[in-house]
Structure formats: C-alpha cells, structure tokens
C-alpha cells in the first residue's frame, strides 16, 4: 500500500488512534471542532473548477498547534508512532490543495514558530510560521527587506513560500526560490518514531523547496535579503497590450532602474480592479510596475510618452490599504473571481528568446478566452515572463486543450489543476533528491499523503 488510504477518505476519516495520539501531546493545543477543523483543513483550491470538485470535503480529523520546535518534534513523534498522517499548514493560501489533508490526520499549525532567531547584514534566520508582511515590517527597521515574496505577502507565511510557493515580487531581480543562493538553509523535523531535527544548508535546502510539505516540517529557514528601497507604485496605460509588454520588457533588461514587479495586463482585466479602477481607463492596457524611489526619473526616460501614467505613489500595503502588487501574480485572478465566479487561470512561463513573439502569438490564440497578465522575471539568469492568464472556464476538456495548445507552442505550463507535485511540475515528475530525502525523512510516508505520488511507503 502506497501510504494511507486517501483515496476513499473525505471529511472525518479517523480510524486512526486519535484518543491515544491526543493522551501522547499532553499540553500541546489541540483543536477538534469539526466545523473548524474541516474551515482550516482548506486553501485556495476552490481557484479551480477540477480541483474543487476533487477536493471539496477533505478534512484532517484535529489541529495541533506547537509553540515551539520540541513541540513539533513531540506531534511528529506521536505521529509516526500512530501512523497518523501529518499536514503542515502555514496561511493557508495555496492554490493546489497543497495544504489540504487528503487523508486525515493532524492538521499541524505551525504559525505561532514567527520568532526573529537574528538578523545580518542581508541575511535572516526565522522561525517557518512567520507571517512575510511582519517579516519584512521587521527587516525594514535595519535597512532590509526579503529578496522577494509572494502577493499574498499579507496573509502567507516565509515557511508556506517555501514550501509551497514559487516566486513572486522581486524575482524580477533575483529569479524564483529555485535559483540558487534564494534559500540558504533550512531546519527541518523529520516524521519517524523518534524524529531528528536536520539543518539542510546551500544546495540541500531545494529538497524542502515546493515539496509541499512531503519531506520535512520547516521549523526555521535562513533567507537572503536585498536592500531596502522606498518603493512607488507606478500605472501606465497603453493603447495596445503588446506595448505594454514590450516596454514592461524594455525596463526589466534595464539593469540601472531598480524595480521589484513588472506586470502587464490586458484591458478587460482592469475593469475588475476595485479600489485601483479609477486609474484603469476604459479599454486601456496597463503596466504595474513597483519602481525605487531614485529610479522613477529613468524609468519616465524611457516611455518617453509611449504611455500615459495614472497613478504614481509609494506602496503602502498597511491595513485597509491595497498595494499595487495585489493586483499582480495571482491576485489578478483573485480581482475577477469577486465579481466573476466562472473564471480560473494558468500559469505560464514564456521562452526568453521569443517573448514578445509569443506572446503575440497566445494572444492571437486565444483572444477572449486566456486574458493574459505577465510578471516579468529571471530564470536562470534570463529575463523572461511568467503569465498567469485569467481562462474563461468552459469545460476541463477544452481547458486541457487551451494547456496543449501552450506547451505545443513552446510555453511551459505548470498546471495548477492537479494536487500532486509531479502533476504540478512543468517536467512531470518529483525532484529526484526530493524525492530521495523523503525516504529518509518520512519513511511511512504520513506526511501530506497523497501530494508526492512518486513516493511507496514502507508499509510496516
Ligand atoms: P500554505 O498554503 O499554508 O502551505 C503551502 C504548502 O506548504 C502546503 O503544502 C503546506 O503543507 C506546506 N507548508 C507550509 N508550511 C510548512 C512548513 N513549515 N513546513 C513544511 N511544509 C509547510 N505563490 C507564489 O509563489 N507567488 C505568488 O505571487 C503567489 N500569489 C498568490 C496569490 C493568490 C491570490 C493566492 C491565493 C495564492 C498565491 N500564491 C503565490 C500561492 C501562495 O499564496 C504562496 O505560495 C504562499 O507563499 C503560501 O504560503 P502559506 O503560508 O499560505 O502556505
């Protein structure tokens, strides 16, 4: 048997010994309340018409929440004794059900590990339950701020980006997690009877990256940190989307202008942007740009004209205040889905070489149906562009061809319709090391089963 049976579990599955587990965690807060248990046991699967219908009423059977790393080791080590299965949960804001436990079990709510262990020039070690945006609040008062983050900033944790994520504002600068130099290290528990804590340094720490959660609880990660800059949020509308693209372009190759996102996005999506749609004109094509304080002068150098800026202001992303990056990534399709439920998205990544002709070439494609943003990034060490097409959903066949269509044309998808890691990847298959490790760290393979499907549990 490949692991625990989560293939016929939904909603409560117990069946485990829950009452024993519990005697074992003595002090530990522990949650039961169905009601809260099944809230907190989803992410932002519900994205997805396929994985909604697949995921919906998974549940794990309590929420454990350690207040520190013993803690941790002690539910691990309860765990593995009772072959219970074990789910991280960071913020919760995933996009694949990557949180969500497929087989029951310990939901393990490890945000109260937030605490600052110290900070060095550009370099920070933290505990995986911090919250980014009180992470970066922090960082700001020393002159620093993280290399990069996700949009959901404000509600994610530095962990769940590990974990689960894969780039976001600021990669436009120094590329996604994956590159390497983005994670320095990572300390993990591993989920065995008697649990070891490992510190996985340099290149070990990518065997915890976007694995979900599968091979190791994160209890701390080293992250490299870029200077702090005053940032402007900056909105200029074109006539035509593709100039948009080409001058979203024309800046992220400017290596002098410091900017941290770039994001083109095509008239209609604007008309969904809420509190930002008094600078969208009717029709008009947008950049948002995030651009250093110092460099706005160059930045205006080079539209010369070619568009018109609307809005022009320091981010502020406090309370009851919407930053421009909010608009960006996958916040895009979050704007729409508040008004517009039968939409979804994808997530592309263009070839370097070919970018604007690609671009032009999805857009002739599919006109109405993928409304395409970009995010300018680097990808090893080339300035290319992730697009996260909001789709207009028709049917999970015609959505299969729209992805068909891409890849056939030389645009890598990651497809955000399936919950396994090999599904999700643009190569189909698990990290071998990844992979690997979780042999070592996760032997009855009670860690989010289910998610790494490479993966065959011992099965005594
Ligand atoms: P969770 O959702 O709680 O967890 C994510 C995965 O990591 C799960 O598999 C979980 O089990 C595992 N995990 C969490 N903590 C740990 C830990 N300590 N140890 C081991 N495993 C752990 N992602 C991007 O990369 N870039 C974006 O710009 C971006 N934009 C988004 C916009 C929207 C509107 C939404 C809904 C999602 C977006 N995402 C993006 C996805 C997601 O928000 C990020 O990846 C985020 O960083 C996840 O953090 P979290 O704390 O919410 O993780």
């Given at each position: 048997m490949n692991g625990p049976p989560f293939d016929d579990i939904a909603g409560q599955s117990s069946g485990y010994p829950l009452d024993a587990l519990i005697a074992d965690l003595g002090d530990i807060p522990v949650e039961t309340s169905p009601a809260v248990v099944r809230r907190r046991s989803r992410d932002f699967f519900w994205y997805s018409p396929i994985l909604n219908e697949e995921l919906s009423g998974k549940s794990a059977d309590l929420i454990a929440t350690p207040r520190t790393e013993a803690d941790v080791v002690r539910i691990a080590g309860a765990c593995a004794r009772h072959r219970v299965p074990l789910t991280v949960r960071g913020g919760g804001t995933g996009n694949y059900g990557q949180a969500v436990p497929l087989a029951g079990g310990v939901l393990l709510d490890i945000t109260e590990l937030s605490a600052i262990d110290w900070v060095k020039p550009g370099i920070v070690r933290v505990?995986?339950?911090?919250k980014i945006n009180q992470l970066d609040a922090e960082l700001a008062l020393k002159g620093w701020e993280l290399r990069m983050h996700p949009s959901t900033k404000r509600t994610a944790t530095i962990g769940g980006f590990v974990a689960g994520g894969s780039g976001g504002i600021g990669s436009i600068n120094y590329g996604g997690l994956r590159e390497p130099g983005n994670v320095i290290a990572a300390r993990i528990v591993t989920l065995e009877e008697t649990p070891r804590v490992i510190e996985l340094r340099g290149?070990?720490?990518?065997?915890?990256?976007?694995a979900y959660g599968t091979n190791g609880i994160i209890t701390a990660l080293e992250m490299p940190l870029a200077p702090l800059w005053r940032w402007i949020d900056v909105v200029v509308a074109f006539d035509d989307f593709l100039d948009a693209v080409a001058f979203g372009h024309r800046i992220a190759l400017a290596d002098g202008v410091v900017k941290k996102v770039l994001a083109p996005v095509t008239w209609p999506l604007p008309s969904y942007f809420g509190a930002l749609r008094p600078h969208c004109p009717d029709g008009r094509h947008l950049l948002l740009a995030m651009v250093a304080e110092p460099s706005l002068e160059s930045f205006k150098d080079l539209l010369a004209g070619r568009g018109t800026i609307t809005l022009e202001t320091p981010t502020d992303d406090s309370p009851g205040k919407v930053p421009l990056y909010e608009y960006t990534w996958n916040h895009t399709t979050l704007q729409v889905l508040k008004t517009d439920r039968s939409v979804t998205y994808l997530q592309c990544l263009y070839p370097h070489d070919r970018l604007l002709e690609k671009a032009a070439q999805m857009r002739s494609l599919f006109p109405d149906e993928a409304l395409q943003h970009f995010e300018f990034i680097r990808f090893n060490g080339n300035v290319t562009a992730s697009g996260l097409p909001v789709v207009r959903f028709s049917t999970a066949e015609r959505l299969n061809e729209i992805i068909r269509l891409h890849e056939d044309h030389d645009v890598g998808i990651a497809n955000p319709h399936v919950y396994t890691i090999e599904d999700g990847s643009r190569y189909k298959k698990a990290e071998a090391d990844q992979l690997g490790f979780k042999y070592e760290a996760d032997p009855f393979g009670l860690l989010n089963p289910g998610k790494m499907r490479s993966f065959a549990a011992r099965t005594n």
């Open positions: 505990g995986a339950g911090a290149e070990a720490a990518q065997r915890i990256n976007h």
